[in-house]
């Protein structure tokens, strides 16, 4: 065969953008959208329910009470402060 494009190449290219839009689309779902944004607002009334309480700003200790990652104590830290609530 010349040069040119590879037909099974373009098909498991297509197949495999179809498979990252559905996942994508899962993401975008404004009813999901608005569970996690509560989900998130819930997590950052605990942390600054600990914060008030027990004067703890440091993301590791945060994270332990939480139960989430170092990173996502440290988001909603950042997230606190941005917003003027901390």
């Known amino acids: ?3 040119g494009v590879d037909p099974t190449q373009m ?13 994508l689309r899962t993401f975008a779902d ?6 996690f944004e509560d989900w ?15 004067g703890l ?7 332990k009470q939480l139960k989430i990652s170092r ?3 440290d988001f909603l830290l950042g997230k606190l402060q941005k917003e003027g609530r901390l």
């Open 57 to 63: 700003r440091d993301a590791t200790a945060l994270a």
């Open 71 to 73: 990173s996502g104590a």
């Open 40 to 54: 998130l607002e819930e997590l950052a009334e605990e942390t600054l329910t600990l914060v008030n309480e027990t």
């Open 11 to 23: 098909c498991r290219s297509l197949v495999n953008k179809v498979k990252q839009f559905e996942q």
């Open 1 to 3: 065969m010349g040069e």
């Open 30 to 35: 404004p009813e999901l959208l608005v569970l």
